[in-house]
């Protein structure tokens, strides 16, 4: 297999992926002609990793693509420090227990991304527990600390802000995790022979400290690439919605929910977004630009990303299902829906509550839907009564069903014996699920 640095390199730049290199021409010669070991960290704050990871889980399949060896370093022991790059404030430190069963979830996740069987540059994922963990505190402060001036530390933009600061500033505990962090480049490159490592660019103090520290122990040659952090043009935080964050586990955030991220990407991030987040090449995705700027409507952009970064994360089944719920969410036609569909929307892709058979003793429907949130008062529901613009699982009610919930919500019209989908007027839903 051919390996060419410069290429890799360029397709990076024009997706807009590299933020900071240690040594542009030297790294673009290093990765020339032989197959490199590069890693990437990734530190158990949650059960799953996030969107937030994205961009550096794919460039590490970018360069496995290109002929390299990724190692995916999963945080056991840093996981329980935790980092303080550009954070307000202190984490909450974890349990060893709690940080553990992360460890476990987030190598699980990797494997989705990375390939761990092809070859000599197949992937591994790696845990700093087990050579932090194994280090007696005298042998860290004499053997490790010495290479780390305090004065070179507190100059490191993540460290300076925490200090300058007003409040509780930085504690120690998490002013060591630049060392823990580059103690890692080190010893990777010892064991494996390690030699890039790439992060976001809140990482570029902890990188650029992995190389003189590998430098110093081992005289070893390394380099450091940073990606840019993820913005938004409107200036609201990536991966955030109004129902949190946006997870790549489907237990945390449904493929329906995660679809419908992507497919409301602004005009103003999506090409952008599409060369971050998918394998399209550079070129295809200017087509895509052009093309939507020669026609009238909606662009195509936003659904090609869609799809690509659903499939992506969660298989074409996942992708599948996804745009059956949105299908049948567009056309008012619940009959196409699995019970995993429903389940999906009941997680997280629309507004839903419990529905008991109590609930419906007395109950018109304009009362019934008012205290479920569809409607801000009883008049909204009645007059969508009143044009026939309340559909209950596809079917449309007049002002003659208000007084007949029990029957509307009836376990025998029920979807798979439970759900029940509720539309008023053209826009608002709600999931009604019997209990």
């Known amino acids: 297999m051919s390996i060419e640095g410069k290429e890799l390199i360029a397709d990076l730049r024009a997706r807009g992926l590299i933020a900071q290199t240690t040594a542009d021409q030297e790294l673009e010669e290093h990765l020339t002609g032989e197959s490199r070991t590069l890693y990437c960290g990734f530190d158990p704050t949650a059960d799953s990793l996030h969107i937030g990871s994205l961009v550096p889980l794919l460039t590490l399949k970018r360069f496995q693509q290109a002929g390299h060896k990724p190692l995916a370093l999963v945080g056991g022991a840093t996981g329980l420090i935790g980092d303080p790059s550009f954070k307000a404030e202190e984490r909450k430190l974890n349990t060893p227990d709690i940080v553990a069963n992360w460890v476990d979830k987030l190598k699980a996740q990797v494997n989705r991304f990375i390939d761990f069987d092809c070859g000599t540059n197949s992937a591994e994922v790696v845990n700093n527990l087990d050579w932090i963990g194994e280090m007696d505190v005298l042998?860290?402060?004499?053997?490790?600390?010495?290479?780390?001036?305090?004065?070179?530390?507190?100059?490191?933009?993540?460290?300076?802000?925490?200090?300058?600061?007003?409040?509780?500033?930085?504690?120690?505990?998490?002013?060591?995790?630049?060392?823990?962090?580059s103690l890692d480049f080190a010893e990777l490159y010892k064991a494996n022979q390690c030699t890039l490592q790439i992060g976001g660019s809140d990482q570029w103090g902890n990188i650029t400290g992995g190389v003189e520290l590998t430098r110093r122990r081992y005289s070893g040659q390394t380099y450091g690439l940073t990606l840019p952090l993820v913005t938004k043009?409107?200036?609201?935080?990536?991966?955030?919605?109004?129902?949190?964050t946006i997870w790549?586990?489907?237990?945390?955030?449904?493929?329906?929910?995660?679809?419908?991220?992507?497919?409301?990407t602004a005009d103003a991030d999506v090409y952008k977004f599409l060369r971050y987040f998918t394998f399209l090449s550079v070129g295809r995705i200017d087509e895509i630009e052009v093309q939507d700027k020669e026609i009238q409507g909606r662009p195509q952009a936003p659904g090609i990303l869609a799809e690509e970064v659903t499939s992506l994360i969660h298989g074409d089944e996942g992708l599948a299902a996804a745009k059956r719920i949105t299908e049948a969410l567009f056309t008012g036609d619940p009959s196409q829906l699995s019970e995993d569909d429903l389940q999906q929307l009941r997680l997280d892709g629309l507004p839903a509550s419990d529905l008991k058979a109590d609930d419906l003793v007395d109950r018109p429907l304009t009362t019934l839907l008012s205290e479920c949130g569809m409607a801000k008062a009883g008049r909204e529901v009645k007059d969508a009564l009143g044009r026939n613009a309340v559909f209950i699982n596809g079917e449309a009610k007049g002002m003659a069903d208000n007084g007949a919930s029990a029957e509307c919500f009836a376990k025998d019209k029920a979807l798979y014996g439970r759900f029940f989908i509720v539309k008023l007027g053209k826009k608002k839903y709600h999931l009604l699920e019997l209990v």
């Open 139 to 181: 042998s860290f402060l004499r053997d490790i600390g010495k290479h780390f001036p305090v004065n070179q530390m507190i100059k490191k933009e993540s460290v300076k802000q925490r200090i300058e600061r007003e409040g509780e500033g930085i504690s120690f505990t998490e002013f060591t995790y630049m060392i823990l962090q």
């Open 248 to 264: 790549l586990d489907a237990s945390k955030t449904s493929p329906y929910a995660f679809y419908q991220f992507w497919l409301n």
């Open 233 to 244: 043009a409107d200036g609201t935080k990536f991966g955030k919605t109004e129902s949190g």
